[in-house]
Every structure is written in structure tokens, then in C-alpha cells.
């Protein structure tokens, strides 16, 4: 069985060992200074040696479809191409980046922030179907205001068609691989997700996306190694009746492995934006910063709704407690039903978890996110000690203020004097 040090090929690609730095939202934005901003955020990892970088999710799209503020867009190839310092910098510590395509669809900024809702009053969002009677429910309540425009079938062509484009843009800026964000309530997973699609056309089978998409990206791209998130809506709340089980689940991977992904990222999610994404515990530091408070007010349209938000984290962070490596099921179980790589992430936490899973045939390789705000040069003591874990403590202080369009970093101070530590010890440096 392997260990975390030896190579893997993902398609044509060689990493030089199993541990990755997935998808983390980075909010560079879209101006002069986002190829420096990216590479303060992605060089350390590189410099530490990890195998692999996933950029975090950038839209397709010059309009509509973030899903955080500052998120990155890639559908202009002259400013695409600028991300080239980028690649390099990364490559000259002996790394690989592939870049995630997203388009955010019913989750889009339009539909939650207010303050960009009234930046921008003529958006609507992309939807699949006729939102959910739930969403629907929210809207006329108030909590979220819903102006869905739903997709003819020419238009989801046109959409797929973006993200080929935007994967050939990034391919010709030096990007090793390609990541579709196919979770986390974006439009793919609204594709994939009976709770969204209810569609009568061809795309009524929401796999029919992914495989137009695959095309699109074979077009444009070439034969670029190919990843994606294979959802499972095993956290979505008791009222919603139709969502994808596990064996759905299991079933949209086989088929993602017979088109000819290169490799899988099994997670188990909700059909909404919620802590089932970031499990742990409630931010509490992060909802009482008090140089953050007046955004949430913004964010959330007053500060009654911003407290009835801080309400929900509390309330989910006892429902989506941080237990260890909760994707693991799900990915051992793809794992023995396809033949090529499968990754696994979420609530990866120590290197001798990450020795069991590999040894155990878990998954080929395993990758952390929240614990690189932490400790951003964190694969350096990954790699040289076999007992080393993680400073994050799953708080979520660092996640919750990106919503009013803070740096993602960590704020917890006593994790911050425990990585001071190790960088006085010298255990950040590349072995």
C-alpha cells in the first residue's frame, strides 16, 4: 500500500507525494495586484512541499455565479494569462496547481449578501429548476431574495461552454490540472441534486452537465488531467425528501470514472450552504470581532438578521460536530468501485490518520484545508514527522468573517502562539 511519500499520477501528471492543500477561498479578486495576493496565499504550502494545490474556486463567468466576495473570475483570457507568475512560482518549488472552476448558481451573492444585492439589483441567478418550495419559503420571508432565471437548454450549453473555455485560458497560464467544484450547493452539484433538478429536457439527467462540461473542457483544454467533487447529500436536513444518497453518490462516480475524470473527491454534504461544509465548532471569536460586526450588519441587511445567522452557526456547529475524517466512508467505498485515484479531505487532522488511510486503501491521497490558514507551510512538518498533527481547532474563526470579504487567516490566538512556536523550532522548514 502506499505511503504519504511516494509519487502518484493523476493523468499525465506526477506528484511528488499524497498530501494536497484543497480548495480554499483565497478572494483574490480580479485587479492588478491578484497574481501577488495568490501567491503570498499559495506559495508557502509549495515551498513546504506539498504535492498538490487546488486553487480555490474561481467563476466562468465576468458576471453573476461568486459565491463569496473577492472570488477570482477566469473568463477573461488577457487576465488569465497574467496568472502565469503564479504556476511559475509554484512549479519552481517542484509543486503542481490545478485550478477549481465553479459557478455558484441559486447560491450566488445575489441571492444572500444584501449589500451586493444592492450593488447590483439587475442580477439574477442561473437555477436549474424552479427553486425548492423551501428556498421559495426563505424568499417570501425575506431571509434570501430569489430572482432565478432558470436555464434554457441552449443556455446550459452556453454555460458548460464557459467552463471549457475558462479551463483552456487557465491550461495556457501553466495550470497543471483541472478541479470542478461539484459540491457545495454550487451549479454543478444543483445539477447532479434531485432536491434541484427537475428539469424535463436531456439535462433532467443532471450528469448530463458534468459529461457536457468534460466535453468542453477536452475542447478547449486538451487532455488535461480532469478532477471533481462527487457529492453525497447525506447531511441535508430530515424535511428534504429527494436528494443524492451514498449509492447515488457511488453511481455518479463510476460514470465519472468511465468518461475519464482522472480522479475523484468523494464528500458528503447538504443540498444547502451550510456547516456541513466547515464542521467544527461555533466561531464564536469570529461573530464578536468587533472590526467585523458592522460587516455582518451589511452583509445580512441589519443586525437582527445578522444575529439570526450567528444563531445558525450555533446551532449547526452541534449538529456538524468535527468528527474525524468524515468523508472517509464514503471515499473508501468509491474507492473500491472505480479504478482511477480518489482523494479524500475533510476532517484530515493527523499524519498518522493520513498513514492509515493510505495504508488501509481509504483513498490515494489526503488533503487538509482549514489547517493551511493555520499553518500555511504546514506539509513541511507533515512530511518529516510520522507523529505530527495539525494546530486548527476546527473553530471556524477563520471561515465565517470571509462572508463580509475578510482575509481568510486564522484568529484563534492560541493556535497562533502554537504555530510561533513551531516556527521558532524551525519545524516549517523544508527537510
Not at 276 to 300: C, D, K, M, N, T
Not at 378 to 391: I, Q
Request: proline fraction near 6%; hydrophobic fraction near 40%.
Amino acid at each position: 500500500m502506499p505511503s504519504l511519500h511516494d509519487p502518484v499520477a493523476l493523468g499525465g501528471v506526477t506528484l511528488p507525494n499524497r498530501l494536497y492543500r484543497a480548495p480554499l477561498l483565497e478572494c483574490a479578486g480580479n485587479g492588478p495586484d491578484t497574481p501577488a495576493i495568490l501567491r503570498r496565499k499559495l506559495e508557502p504550502a509549495a515551498a513546504s512541499g506539498v504535492g498538490l494545490i487546488f486553487q480555490g474556486a474561481t467563476i466562468v463567468r465576468g458576471e453573476g455565479g461568486c459565491a463569496a466576495p473577492g472570488m477570482t473570475r477566469v473568463h477573461d483570457p488577457a487576465f488569465v494569462s497574467e496568472l502565469t507568475e503564479v504556476t511559475d512560482t509554484i512549479h519552481d518549488h517542484g509543486s503542481h496547481i490545478f485550478i477549481q472552476l465553479e459557478h455558484g448558481g441559486l447560491r450566488s451573492m445575489e441571492t444572500w449578501h444584501a449589500g451586493y444585492r444592492a450593488e447590483h439589483p439587475n442580477l439574477t441567478q442561473l437555477a436549474v429548476s424552479k427553486p425548492p418550495g423551501f428556498l421559495r419559503a426563505l424568499d417570501r420571508l425575506g431571509v434570501f431574495s430569489y430572482t432565478p432565471h432558470v436555464l434554457s437548454t441552449d443556455e446550459v450549453y452556453d454555460l458548460a461552454a464557459d467552463f471549457g473555455r475558462a479551463a483552456g485560458h487557465a491550461v495556457d497560464a501553466g495550470y497543471d490540472g483541472i478541479h470542478l467544484a461539484g459540491a457545495n450547493m454550487g451549479i454543478i452539484q444543483q445539477f447532479l441534486s434531485p432536491y434541484y433538478n427537475r428539469r424535463t429536457d436531456e439535462f433532467a439527467d443532471g450528469f448530463r452537465f458534468l459529461e457536457t462540461v468534460y466535453d468542453e473542457i477536452r475542447t478547449h483544454a486538451g487532455d488535461v488531467p480532469l478532477v471533481t467533487k462527487i457529492p453525497a447529500e447525506t447531511a441535508a436536513p430530515w424535511f428534504v425528501r429527494r436528494k443524492l444518497s451514498v449509492e447515488d453518490g457511488i453511481e455518479l462516480a463510476k460514470r465519472a470514472a468511465n468518461l475519464g475524470f482522472d480522479a475523484l473527491v468523494p464528500v458528503e454534504v447538504s443540498t444547502f450552504w451550510d456547516m456541513s461544509i466547515v464542521r467544527g465548532r461555533f466561531p464564536a471569536r469570529a461573530w464578536h470581532l468587533e472590526q467585523l460586526e458592522p460587516g455582518y450588519e451589511e452583509v445580512f441587511g441589519g443586525r437582527m438578521r445578522a444575529r439570526a445567522v450567528e444563531m445558525g452557526n450555533r446551532l449547526q456547529a452541534r449538529r456538524f460536530s468535527d468528527a474525524e475524517g468524515w468523508n472517509e466512508s464514503f471515499c473508501r467505498t468509491v474507492r473500491a468501485a472505480v479504478d482511477v485515484p480518489v482523494l479524500m479531505e475533510g476532517g484530515v487532522r493527523t499524519r498518522p490518520q493520513i498513514d492509515r488511510l493510505l495504508s488501509s486503501g481509504a483513498c490515494d491521497m489526503a488533503g487538509m484545508a482549514r489547517p493551511f490558514y493555520a499553518e500555511p507551510r504546514l506539509a513541511a512538518r507533515l512530511l518529516a514527522d510520522a507523529e505530527s498533527a495539525v494546530v486548527c481547532a476546527s473553530c471556524n474563526n477563520c471561515t465565517i468573517p470571509q462572508v463580509t470579504g475578510a482575509d481568510g487567516v486564522c484568529r484563534t490566538p492560541s493556535v497562533l502562539r502554537r504555530r510561533g512556536e513551531f516556527e521558532h523550532a524551525g519545524a516549517y522548514d523544508p527537510k
